[in-house]
């Protein structure tokens, strides 16, 4: 069929150029412990403020680069360091207001999972409805926020795949793409879900990107 044809054309195109995770860009080597998982929901904190990517990107290393990579060590880090490591990753706009955040986060998740995020998933019990809400407890994660986490960890948890959130599907839409996340992953044939994610996303925030996989696809 033609139009199937095409259209896994484009996924490859896309995902051959674009194919890189957000925690990948960061330098996080996702597995399901905990430093890792928590290193995660930091980025997706900071990815979900109305802010380049690349920054929310350089900040969640900036904040890796100064120890502040467990939760104890957010938590008793004071406010001053989180804000000076969020001003040398760039993201000044919000940074009073997200170290204070990342502050009572961290303290959230110390005293409610023992700083575990992996305690956080089996109270889910495998529902990815009460997996994303309770995400959203955390200070600084809303839906966007729970949505970016679920779909990275979607690697290391996979009760929550295939998740395509509807930033994704947007992406999908700009490329002409389906819209069923079932009918989008067997398009992408043996790309990981979470990698499929994150293309379509740079689709969604970049017109360029869409264009150049389309172009590519059909050359």
Known sequence: MAGRDEERAVVRALVDAHGETYAEEAGIRLR???????????????????IKGSIAVASARALHEAGLRDPRRMAGADWQERVDALGRGGYRRYDERTATQ???????????????????REE?????????RLLQEFP?????????????????????????????????RRLKLPQD???????AERTEPAVLAAALVRAAIDKDVAEDSRSTAAS
Not at 111 to 116: F, L, P, T, V, Y
Request: glycine share 12%; charged share 25%; no cysteine.
């Open 32 to 50: 399901d412990t905990p430093q890792p998982l928590y290193r995660l929901l930091v980025l997706a904190h900071l990815l979900s403020a109305r």
């Open 181 to 187: 996340p079932e009918r989008l992953t067997g398009l």
């Open 102 to 120: 990342l502050g009572e986060a961290a303290e959230l998740l110390n005293e409610r999972w023992g700083g575990d995020l992996r305690r956080l």
């Open 140 to 172: 600084g994660i809303g839906p966007t926020g729970a949505d970016i986490f679920l779909r990275e960890a979607q690697r290391v948890w996979p009760e929550a795949a295939p998740y395509l959130d509807a930033k994704a599907l947007q992406g999908a």
């Open 124 to 132: 889910a019990d495998g529902d990815v409805g009460e997996l994303r």
